[in-house]
């Protein structure tokens, strides 16, 4: 299986997000699952790792996700991932101090875990965007072209 | 498995959601009493906040579902009695949510105008007929009772150019009521000290970009200044910002007359104090919507209920405002999680509940 896509996700927009891109890549080619009931093992044999995260509180990760950031924050090694992308998903119409940090944070902790970044998160504004699941999808065919390209490493 | 869930609001939906989660195999008829689903996110929920009204297209798909079926326009415990669902479903979730504005109890002229938050949402979402915006005469001052978002909502929307609600699908008769405003002022009244308001600090200070007018902050008694809400009320008060025409913030103030054209409101010393108003709006928090059949908390409008079941039934679960909870999406969403578990072990282990 190539990508997996996490959803982290509080109200259920970052889900259906999800859902669209999954889509959009194809059944065969991927798989979508609710952080909240992620495992590490779902990792395995994944190639390229999509989080789709809403953000929560003061800039957090949504809170039924904590459990799976902690363990990929805790894991002693992770599964061999090719590439990772992050589509953030926030408010700046009220939350301009904190917009998206939700999925700032997964793409930062990620990193920090020596998996290759194939392109900037994308950071979607909810208080203005009006076709999330367009815009990411539109974003994730960029991002693919990129994970599978050598020179992004 | 059969499932019966009275309401299509959030708590319904949601339930709905987590219950095919569980059990992906069962049908579930969900029964509105409007002609059109998602209850209060539909009509409550202010037409601008955009990031919340992205959820009525994750509603629709719970709704799509090949398994759900939604059933609008039937009165429980009216046109369906809830002792004949009880009997045909093998579960069933009260999820009825708030049906109407709590209302002040104060003493009032014939003539005062007044309207409840949720009356005033219902409009400017096209719920409810137009009609039930007042038009005294030309509204100058208008006072929102309440220190809750939904007052914010009201002054935001108020505050609002027209020409930008109409972007957000206002129904043409309100825009047409709201291009007819002639605010001078408009005041939020809340009975507390601004410690114990429930304004989110984020949505009071968007406040500040609503062009035209300018926060003024009005406390008789001292507040904490360490939460972000009392740093911003500190700020407003040491130095205002904004334009031409006050929002005034009045704290420790309870309303007790409603006349023609003013309001007079008490403080805790006993003073009164008289305020112009010629609408006075509502915003003090709402009415589970009655479900006749089931046993009521006279006070709270609430279902009786024992962890969620109501007692003495089998198979019968309240959820949200039926359940006397108040929440927010977000909890909401976690707690119709608790709701399908319960549904799920009652219908799976029948013997050990």
């Given at each position: 299986?190539d ?22 890549i ?15 093992e ?9 989080l789709v ?13 904590k459990?799976?950031?902690?363990m ?11 590439r ?5 998903l ?6 301009p ?23 900037a998160p ?8 009006q ?18 390209t050598?020179?992004?490493? | 498995?059969?499932?019966?869930i009275?309401?299509?609001g ?20 969900i ?13 409550a ?10 959820l ?6 719970v ?10 326009g ?13 009997r ?11 049906q ?17 938050a ?12 137009p009609e ?12 929102i ?17 027209t ?10 008769p ?40 300018r ?19 500190a ?18 103030l309870?309303?007790?007359r ?57 198979a ?38």
């Open positions: 299986m990508t997996l896509i996490v959803v982290a996700t509080m109200t259920g927009t970052a889900e259906m997000v999800g859902e669209d891109v999954q889509a959009a194809g059944a065969e080619r991927s798989r979508m699952v609710l952080a909240e009931r992620a495992q590490l779902d990792l395995d044999g994944v190639e390229t790792l999509l995260s809403s953000t929560y509180g003061k800039g957090e990760v949504p809170e039924p996700a459990p799976f950031y902690a990929l924050e805790a894991a002693a090694r992770l599964p061999a991932l090719a990772f992308g992050v589509i953030g926030g408010d700046r119409s009220l939350y101090e904190t917009f998206a940090q939700g999925g700032q944070q997964w793409d930062r902790l990620l990193h920090s875990r020596g998996i290759v970044r194939a392109s994308l950071l979607i504004d909810c208080s203005t965007c076709d999330l699941s367009d815009t990411s999808i539109a974003w994730v065919k960029g991002w693919l072209r990129e994970a599978m050598e020179g992004s490493r | 498995v059969r499932v019966a009275v309401g299509s959030p708590t319904g939906i949601y339930c709905a959601d987590a219950l095919l989660r569980l059990l992906p195999q069962a049908r579930i008829d029964f509105e009493r409007a002609p059109q689903a998602f209850g209060l996110l539909r009509c929920v202010a037409p601008d906040h955009l990031a919340t009204k992205n009525l297209r994750v509603f629709e798909r709704l799509n579902k090949e398994n759900v079926s939604l059933r609008p039937v009165v429980v415990g009216e046109d369906v009695a809830v002792a004949d669902l009880e045909e479903y093998d579960a069933l979730i009260i999820a009825a949510g708030a109407s504005g709590r209302r002040i109890d104060i003493e009032r002229a014939p003539t005062a105008a007044a309207i409840t949720l009356d005033f949402a219902c409009a400017f979402n096209g719920c409810a007929v039930r915006l007042p038009r005294p005469r030309p509204i100058r001052h208008v006072c009772v309440g220190s809750g978002n939904a007052s914010l909502d009201v002054a935001r929307l108020l505050m609002s150019p020409e930008e609600l109409r972007r957000f699908g206002v129904p043409e309100v825009l047409a009521w709201h291009a007819g405003l002639a605010l001078s002022d408009i005041r939020l009244i809340a009975r507390g000290t601004p410690d114990s308001a429930k304004f989110s600090p984020n949505e009071l200070a968007a406040l500040e970009n609503c062009a035209g007018f926060p003024v902050v009005i406390a008789t008694a001292g507040y904490s200044q360490d939460t972000p809400l009392g740093q911003l009320l700020r407003w008060q040491r130095e205002p910002v904004g334009e031409e025409r006050p929002l005034q913030l009045c704290f420790g309870k309303p007790i409603q006349g023609e054209d003013a309001i007079v409101c008490e403080d805790a010393a006993g003073r009164q104090h008289e305020f112009a108003c010629d609408l006075l709006v509502e915003a003090i928090g709402q009415m589970p919507a009655q479900v006749r059949g089931l046993p009521t908390d006279p006070a709270s409008g609430a279902i009786l209920h024992r962890k969620g079941r109501v007692e003495e039934r089998r019968t679960f309240v959820a949200g405002w039926s359940a006397g909870h108040q929440f927010n999406m977000a909890s909401m969403r976690e707690q119709a999680k608790h709701t399908a578990a319960s549904v799920q072990k009652l219908l799976e282990h029948p013997d050990l509940v």
